[in-house]
T-cell receptor, first 113, second 114 residues
């Protein structure tokens, strides 16, 4: 089955700096890669996603890149703000079949004011 | 439009009791997924259901755990004879038939087994 690895497990950045979180996956059939943000005690919230026919997607300060050949994808947050502090999870799945998400183990991001 | 609803939000059970967790998907969503999150870990898939059907239960423990999504009413995750290791946050997510890949999560049920 699919195996998703996520690095780093913790990340601290100064406010205004950029943060990058990286994930790798093992199953070449995976074609949908969402990113979720989870604040302490809250539900995971979808912040951005990318499909395998796209190499990059951007939404304001958040961007995601995908390298299908290398089977890795990354989340980039620019101009970080204290409210970006949370745990971020990447996931992989096979779209269109409603298959399960395979989640990474999470990155705890702390933005230092 | 209400999001995914789960209840109870917190549940305390003693070892050997039964736990019933309920999930009401977003309006118009017919796909439900259950995930378990252990403390400081990622979410692990348990089961995927559509109305009256279990589509994929490959992540469900073979014993004590069961799930259903009846024609009417919420999806239920049932854990019989709970043990301390069942203590976790249980999240359900739902998606629509037309956008099946996008899963929206509920607030979770935090189960504590004493």
């Amino acid at each position: 089955g699919e195996n998703v690895e996520q690095h780093p497990s913790t990340l601290s950045v100064q406010e205004g700096d950029s943060a990058v979180i990286k994930c790798t996956y093992s199953d070449s059939a995976s074609n949908y890669f969402p990113w979720y943000k989870q604040e302490l005690g809250k539900r995971p919230q979808l912040i951005i996603d990318i499909r395998s026919n796209v190499g990059e997607k951007k939404d304001q300060r958040i961007a995601v890149t995908l390298n299908k050949t290398a089977k890795h994808f990354s989340l980039h947050i620019t101009e970080t703000q204290p409210e970006d502090s949370a745990v971020y999870f990447c996931a992989a799945s096979v779209r269109d079949t409603g298959n399960q998400f395979y989640f990474g183990t999470g990155t705890s991001l702390t933005v230092i004011p | 439009n209400a999001g995914v609803m789960q209840n109870p939000r917190h549940l305390v059970r003693r070892r050997g009791q039964e736990a019933r967790l309920r999930c009401s998907p977003m309006k118009g969503h017919s796909h439900v997924y259950w995930y378990r999150q252990l403390p400081e870990e990622g979410l692990k898939f348990m089961v995927y259901l559509q109305k009256e059907n279990i589509i994929d239960e490959s992540g469900m423990p073979k014993e004590r755990f069961s799930a259903e999504f009846p024609k009417e009413g919420p999806s239920i995750l049932r854990i019989q004879q709970v043990v301390r290791g069942d203590s976790a946050a249980y999240f359900c997510a739902s998606s629509s038939r037309t956008s099946v890949e996008t899963q929206y999560f509920g607030p979770g049920t935090r189960l504590l087994v004493l």
